[in-house]
């Protein structure tokens, strides 16, 4: 099936910096991507639906200045994590969807540990 | 809106066990209804997907179907194996502008003993 990457895997940052997560579809070309939020046992929670060469939708609670979405080409979106506090610390999950296909191939997630 | 509720795990199983993961949700107008796997280490897969009252998906010996009057995607297997371990997520899909988005259960962890 598809092939969805996330880069990096894993990532410890210190309080006030800012870091960037990466998703990639490795063998199609997305024109939608989502990001999703996972605490410990518990549900994903979409963050924001990015689509290519426009501005990123984010859900409800959300701060868009916080969570920097980039969708600049079909293959690849990024998501910035600015300022990151220790509340920020969570697994992060991106999924992207070809538009001839309903369904969502999902990234392996990426650990956001922050100190 | 939407919701999704997942019976709770931990859930251990012996090998060959009958396997059933509860999922019940609340929606608005028809969602599809998805069933998704994560081994450990991997991304989300989907498992398998029912999209209107009464289809029953399937797929690698699970499967579940739509019921719409008891609102549930109830996930089935016969004989579990070991290599059936790993986090099932029950998900409803409904469309939102240009996007199909999906809402999530919580999880349930599976592990299988041999």
């Known amino acids: 099936g598809a092939v969805v990457s996330q880069h990096p895997s894993w990532v410890i940052c210190k309080s006030g910096t800012s870091v960037k997560i990466e998703c990639r579809s490795l063998?199609?070309?997305?024109?939608?991507m989502f990001w999703y939020r996972q605490f410990p046992k518990q549900s994903l929670m979409l963050m924001a639906t990015?689509?290519?060469?426009?501005?990123?939708?984010?859900e409800q609670g959300v701060e868009k200045d916080k969570f920097l979405i980039n969708h600049a080409s079909l293959t690849l979106s990024t998501l910035t994590v600015t300022s990151a506090h220790p509340e920020d610390s969570s697994f992060y999950i991106c999924?992207?969807?070809?538009?001839?296909?309903?369904?969502?191939?999902f990234g392996p997630g990426t650990r956001l540990t922050v100190l | 809106g939407n919701s999704v509720t997942q019976m709770e795990g931990p859930v251990t199983l012996s090998e060959e066990a009958f396997l059933t993961i509860n999922c019940t949700y609340t929606?608005?107008?028809?969602?599809?209804l998805f069933w998704y796997v994560q081994y450990p280490g991997e991304g989300l897969q989907l498992l398998l997907k029912a999209t209107k009252a009464d289809d029953k998906g399937s797929n690698k010996g699970f499967e579940a179907t739509y019921r719409k009057e008891t609102t549930s995607f109830h996930l089935e297997k016969g004989s579990v194996q070991v290599s059936d371990s790993a986090v099932y997520f029950c998900a409803l899909g409904a469309s939102s502008g240009s996007a199909r988005q999906l809402t999530f259960g919580s999880g349930t962890q599976l592990t299988v003993l041999p």
């Open positions: 063998d199609f070309q997305a024109t939608t």
């Open positions: 929606a608005t107008g028809y969602p599809s």
């Open positions: 999924s992207a969807r070809a538009p001839s296909a309903g369904t969502q191939y």
């Open positions: 990015s689509n290519e060469g426009s501005k990123a939708t984010y």
